[in-house]
């Protein structure tokens, strides 16, 4: 085992991990510019913003040359991808800043799967995906099943734990697999990160929310993407938590899932995120 697993054993030192990088969040305000799908724009802007960070939904690759470089990270996330907004991906991944990608129903198209697998070749910091989609970007498999669900996963978090290892080792990036249990691999080590409630589900475009935040976290923490995907999924997971405790369905959630993230504090934060290293 590398450096750290010795305090990441240890439940409490996550508590405090996750509290310091939402501070720091906060105290920053990450500059994330989001090449992200339509559906998800509104989501993933609000989450960024109530967590403390600064989104920028800039999609011209004119420009990327003048605005990405000014970025703390870069979010790309192919939800509705076309070939019009593919250069400009390519060319924001490029451009030097840590990144993340959201490889949304990879398996959906030959051309869906060709350009991630493109995109995974420009190194992102970190992958996150739902079950399926890291099950079909580990072996590069447009769907046949029939089972498919498109930007839904139609298997559990733990279905994908082998493929994330074998993907995080292929392409250097830290790959992170949503689910009941979300987790997170650099292709040694695993850490669970278990906060969330089953109705995030049933918002759309939680899953691209929660890789936006990544994206904010590890523009403070570049050097230990591993930390910075387990706390940011942890955190709004837990926003998730206690958003429910005052909602009736999936709009409501919505709405207080955000408020929570604005309002977590320092005794929520260290007392309830759920953050452990498998061993
Ligand atoms: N069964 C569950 N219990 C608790 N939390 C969950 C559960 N399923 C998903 N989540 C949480 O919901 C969020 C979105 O994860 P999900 O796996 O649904 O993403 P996704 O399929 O990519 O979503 P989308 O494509 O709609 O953006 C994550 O924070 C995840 O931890
Ligand atoms: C529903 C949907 N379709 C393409 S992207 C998206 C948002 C959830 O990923
Ligand atoms: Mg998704």
Same mark, same amino acid.
């Given at each position: 085992?590398?450096?750290?697993?010795?305090?990441?054993?240890?439940?409490?030192?996550?508590?405090?991990?996750?509290? /310091?990088?939402?501070?720091?969040?906060?105290?920053?305000?990450?500059?994330?510019?989001?090449?992200?799908? #339509? +559906?998800?724009?509104?989501?993933?802007?609000?989450?960024? #913003?109530?967590? $403390?960070?600064?989104?920028?939904?800039?999609? %011209?690759?004119?420009?990327?040359?003048?605005?990405?470089?000014?970025?703390?990270?870069?979010?790309?996330?192919?939800?509705?991808? %076309?070939?019009d907004w593919l250069?400009?991906?390519?060319?924001?991944?490029?451009?030097?800043?840590?990144?993340?990608?959201?490889?949304?129903?990879?398996?959906?198209?030959?051309?869906?799967?060709e350009a991630c697998?493109?995109?995974? !070749? #420009?190194?992102?910091?970190?992958?996150?995906?739902?079950? /399926?989609?890291?099950?079909?970007?580990?072996?590069?498999?447009?769907?046949?099943?029939?089972?498919?669900?498109?930007?839904?996963?139609?298997?559990e978090s733990m279905?994908?734990?082998?493929?994330?290892?074998?993907?995080?080792?292929?392409? $250097?990036?830290?790959?992170?697999? %949503?689910? !009941?249990?979300?987790?997170?691999?650099? $292709?040694?080590?695993? +850490?669970?990160? %278990?906060?969330?409630?089953?109705?995030?589900?049933?918002?759309?475009?939680?899953?691209?929310? +929660?890789?936006?935040?990544?994206?904010?976290?590890?523009?403070?923490?570049?050097?230990? !993407?591993?930390?910075? !995907?387990?706390?940011?999924?942890?955190?709004? $997971?837990?926003?998730?938590?206690?958003?429910?405790?005052?909602?009736?369905?999936?709009?409501?959630?919505?709405?207080?899932?955000?408020?929570?993230?604005?309002?977590?504090?320092?005794?929520?934060?260290?007392?309830?995120?759920?953050?452990?290293?498998?061993?």
């Open positions: 085992m590398d450096d750290g697993a010795k305090e990441q054993r240890d439940p409490a030192w996550w508590g405090r991990r996750a509290w /310091s990088l939402l501070s720091a969040v906060r105290a920053r305000a990450p500059l994330v510019q989001c090449i992200t799908n #339509l +559906v998800s724009m509104d989501i993933a802007a609000n989450a960024l #913003l109530a967590a $403390g960070a600064s989104p920028a939904m800039v999609h %011209s690759l004119r420009e990327v040359p003048d605005f990405t470089p000014r970025c703390d990270a870069v979010y790309v996330n192919v939800g509705t991808l %076309s070939e250069p400009s991906m390519r060319a924001a991944a490029s451009a030097g800043r840590p990144w993340v990608l959201d490889p949304v129903a990879a398996a959906a198209s030959g051309f869906r799967m697998v493109e995109l995974l !070749a #420009l190194r992102p910091a970190v992958v996150r995906g739902n079950a /399926s989609e890291i099950l079909a970007l580990a072996d590069r498999s447009v769907a046949a099943a029939s089972n498919f669900k498109g930007a839904d996963s139609s298997h279905d994908a734990l082998e493929a994330a290892k074998a993907l995080a080792l292929s392409s $250097g990036a830290v790959v992170a697999v %949503s689910g !009941a249990v979300d987790f997170i691999t650099n $292709g040694e080590k695993v +850490v669970g990160a %278990s906060n969330g409630v089953p109705m995030m589900q049933k918002i759309t475009a939680t899953g691209c929310a +929660v890789t936006a935040l990544i994206a904010a976290f590890v523009a403070i923490e570049p050097s230990d !993407a591993l930390v910075a !995907a387990a706390c940011a999924l942890a955190i709004f $997971g837990l926003a998730g938590e206690i958003g429910m405790e005052s909602s009736k369905g999936p709009a409501s959630l919505r709405m207080h899932l955000i408020d929570t993230l604005y309002f977590l504090d320092e005794e929520m934060v260290t007392s309830r995120v759920r953050i452990a290293l498998r061993p």
